[in-house]
């Protein structure tokens, strides 16, 4: 195609510059059997499911798939520790592995401000590739349009992942149970202040990154250790307080957590007290919470530090009879406090 | 909730608001059990899958499925004949039948502007309720995402969707054969005027709509008349002319077709003439092209014919072994003349 430096909006018309744009941008990045077919749909049949997956179970009526979706209008595009595309991966990835889902397939959607760098798409392609390949997840179907300049700010993402749950695996936000325990697979907060710091220009004597990562390979680790998994969350916009609290709801139970047991980076904490921002509700993006049974609390633990994304795990809080559909906070002064939802909005557009 | 008549920030952050909204704006117009749950995926058995399509075929190596995404953006938002959430459950549904599966699930995510209405997005919602009841699909999954004002225009929805393809079936667009015929399925180009009509606030003496619509059962009656059905395309984006561009490039044959059998509106030929539009070029949102078997051609139309999307349905051309990879139109005035891809773009922001 004749070389476009920038978007434009044929690019988006179905035309011969979508053709050329899809088979000279995105597939350059993206290239696989099933998605170079560009058919209106990718097919996938069952027996290929079972050839990467199943390894040997049956597929039967225990087979359960995981469908998920998630848009991406996070701003700005590029962060230390990431960008979109990587964000869009493992956003989508990580919403399946919190059902306890071996990730499949993904399909990603663009919508792109007329006037995009070809240069800057290519970066945020190549970074989904790496995140896709680190997940071990495949890009089958896709779709591209182009707006007027002014209609969108630069990019969004959307994407949309079907993964598979093996037999056993029984996780639900649902499903907690007093007595079990609640554990945080690292520091939290770090997504939330590296955007912030990003966008607003704020330095910090430690480089703050976001914690962007794809965590299905942390929870199959954990579902080794155990079945004893009863609930996980990926604590993204609302932070930890709106994921706990979610559970708490959905499970009719109390939380109880300790403020001196959760992981935190000095310079999330410092920059929280600077801000008047509160750590529970910044969004992360390369974190779970777990809810587990507590006899096997320890051997869960101890998986998880043996993996990258879980070094930093820590046991911060248990299950409780008591104040049911709320979670409190036990400060480092000794006191409680409760520990809400986020109302309001802390960071427009943090992911 | 406190009741907001407009989209604000926080309907975006993940924490109260976030659920309010998801709760008795989304959940009024798409609960059911899977949505319900609003875990981080859906969960689908097998089972529930065989329960509702297989109908006592086993699930087998046999099984394949389909898995397609797009992003609308299109504008105005409301349209004669439809609106965007119309618009976002038809092409999903339409990509998925144009491979010849039955849509099981859809997954909607929504990217919306500060300061929306509320009355307009359930407006939005309840057109994609009902577009999804007439194609028998469900919406499992979903995502709402809030950007500041000015960074997006109203609203925009990606919507991916997942169905299921019978044994039997094998259309893809690089099946078609010579000798096989060129089906349409209606008029051409009535979307592509409406939302143009309505953009630019032309009139016209006809009212003319947009024919967007769920063409999934048009398809499974074609494919009950015959199983000779080589490929599908749902002309939306570069019209009709790139739909069999495609298809001719990539079955490396040659298409030939006639104009004077190809079904139009006189007021889309008369709005084409009076704006020097191509009409071959103009989007469709309800309309499909076939190719098909020569022997089983008669068959298939008359079946389309007794649905209410295929009325008008038409043979207007066929597959030759001559100009391979390409297009040519047989005018009514007995010239041929090469009918291209669109190259740059006739209507930014069809769909």
Known sequence: MKKHRRIILAHGSGGKLSHDLIKEVFLKHFANPT????DDAAVV??????????????????????FTTDSYVVSPLFFPGGDIGKLSVCGTV???SMMGAKPLFLSASFIIEEGFQISELE???????????????TIIAGDTKVVDKGSADGMFISTTGVGFIPGGVEISGSNARPGDKVIVSGTIGDHGIAILSQREGLRFSIRLRSDCAPLNELVEDMLEASKEIHCLRDPTRGGIASALNEIATK?????RIYEEAIPIHDAVRAACEMLGLDPFHLANEGKL?????????????????????????????EVV????????LKTIFGASRLLDMLVGDLLPRIC
Chains 1, 2 share one sequence.
């Open 289 to 317: 919470v777990a809810i587990v049974g507590h006899s096997d609390a320890e051997k869960i633990l101890e998986k998880m530090r043996g993996n990258r994304y879980g070094v930093d795990a820590a046991v911060i809080g």
């Open 35 to 38: 998605l170079n077919k560009l």
């Open 123 to 137: 970066r945020i392609l190549s970074s989904m590739r790496k995140a896709a390949e680190e997940a071990k997840v």
């Open 94 to 96: 990580n919403d399946l």
């Open 321 to 328: 009879e008591e104040h049911k559909g709320r979670v409190v």
């Open 45 to 66: 049949s069952l027996s290929s499911i079972a050839h990467r997956l199943l390894q040997g179970e049956e597929a039967s009526d225990k087979v359960r798939f995981a």
């Open 251 to 255: 499970s009719n139970v109390g939380i």
